[in-house]
């Protein structure tokens, strides 16, 4: 079994690759911290100025990657059986190592 620090240096990675994905959408998005890294969206006038899209964080002994889209069904349809295991729920995919992070 891992060790503590050894868990947490690794979940370190798995977050610092997922927050690098989310901020090489900043150009369309915004990403805010800190807290959990979050991409939001323009909403419109009405409502608020931004959603959130998607947003990563650091859990005790995983990282949660959210995407909204992942709830819709042409999004699940297109994912692979490896991705589609981690997730969890509709719209939250569970990272415990960064070999499961492809560029």
């Given at each position: 079994?891992?060790s503590t620090?050894?868990r947490?240096?690794?979940l370190q990675?798995?977050?610092?690759?997922?927050k690098?994905m989310?901020?090489?959408?900043?150009?369309r998005?915004?990403?805010?911290e800190?807290?959990p890294?979050?991409l939001?969206?323009?909403?419109?006038e009405?409502r608020?100025?931004?959603?959130p899209?998607?947003?990563?964080?650091i859990?005790k002994?995983?990282?949660?990657?959210?995407?909204m889209s992942a709830a819709m069904?042409?999004?699940?349809?297109?994912?692979?059986?490896?991705l589609?295991a981690?997730?969890q729920?509709r719209t939250c995919?569970?990272?415990?190592?960064?070999g499961?992070?492809r560029a």
């Amino acid at each position: 079994m891992a060790s503590t620090s050894s868990r947490s240096e690794s979940l370190q990675g798995v977050f610092a690759r997922l927050k690098q994905m989310l901020q090489q959408q900043a150009p369309r998005f915004s990403v805010a911290e800190p807290g959990p890294v979050t991409l939001r969206s323009w909403r419109g006038e009405l409502r608020g100025a931004r959603i959130p899209v998607a947003w990563v964080e650091i859990t005790k002994t995983y990282v949660s990657y959210h995407v909204m889209s992942a709830a819709m069904p042409q999004v699940r349809g297109a994912l692979s059986k490896p991705l589609a295991a981690r997730l969890q729920g509709r719209t939250c995919f569970n990272f415990t190592a960064r070999g499961f992070i492809r560029a």
